[in-house]
């Protein structure tokens, strides 16, 4: 796939600022707004789909590998999962809150509803796990899938 | 004409049908659930419990994490299917 115009490419390149940004976004206030790890993993991975379809496999290829990506998704889970085990060590279960109500990170009580980013204890941690996790698979499986289409067409 | 394979087909569609009408005529009304002592649980406990202000999340990573452990997991799983399955195209 050679990628499209530069009309294409220039807004591509615009938007995947604040694609990303905004799916940050979501990832970040999981406890607090609605959204979480995979909507918001999900509009991350969609602007690098974007970025991908405007400019081309090619140019993707020579940017990002398919390998790196598996270790990004495989780094997302295992942070998921070793929170549910320290969860297990520190508060007695699996998946168990330790963080919260501590005074550490993400460990405080919202006072009347009132929104607060340092609340949550672990969900925060996980929501951030899940959102990597997210971005990485689903950017991989698109990535991966391009690329075979575009090697079967040279064939 | 009707043969006796559609004969048996007729009635045991009237029997689903008369099923499906009777489970609709005694349905719950909407939004009253028969037991809500879970759900005024989580309502009244999230806050202090999880300290989050949206249930939701605290519900899907904390009351409920074994459920979003299966999701992560069918994920790596479709992930790991396909890139396994497109790798061979690649040579």
């Known amino acids: 796939m050679k990628g499209m115009s530069t009309i294409v490419k220039t807004i591509a390149n615009i938007s995947f600022p604040l694609i990303t940004i905004y799916g940050l976004y979501v990832i970040a206030h999981g406890h607090l707004t609605p959204g979480g790890g995979f909507q918001g993993g999900a509009i991350v991975a969609s602007g690098l789909v974007l970025l991908a379809v405007a400019h081309g496999t090619d140019w993707i290829e020579s940017k990002v590998q398919e390998h790196d990506l598996s270790i990004l998704e495989s780094l997302g889970a295992l942070g998921f999962i070793g929170l549910a085990f320290v969860g297990l060590v520190m508060g007695g279960a699996f998946f168990s809150n330790f963080l919260v109500n501590t005074g550490m990170l993400f460990g405080e009580i919202p006072v009347n509803g009132a929104a607060n980013i340092n609340t949550g204890g672990t969900l925060p941690l996980m929501n951030f796990a899940v959102g990597l996790k997210v971005i990485a698979g689903l950017f991989a499986i698109v990535l991966v899938m391009a690329i075979a289409t575009n090697k079967k067409e040279v064939e | ?91």
């Not at chain 2, 087909?9 to 719950?28: G, K």
């Open chain 2, 1 to 91: 004409m009707m043969n006796q394979r559609n004969i048996l087909a007729a009635a045991f569609l009237t029997i689903v049908a008369v099923f499906l009408v009777f489970s609709a005529l005694f349905m719950h009304p909407f939004g009253e659930p028969t037991s809500q002592a879970m759900d005024q649980y989580i309502i009244d406990n999230t806050v202090e419990e999880t300290g989050a202000n949206n249930g939701v999340t605290s519900v899907v990573f904390d009351y409920r994490g074994f459920d979003t452990l299966g999701e992560a997991t069918v994920l790596f799983t479709a992930v790991a299917s396909v890139v396994m399955l497109f790798r061979r195209l690649k040579k």
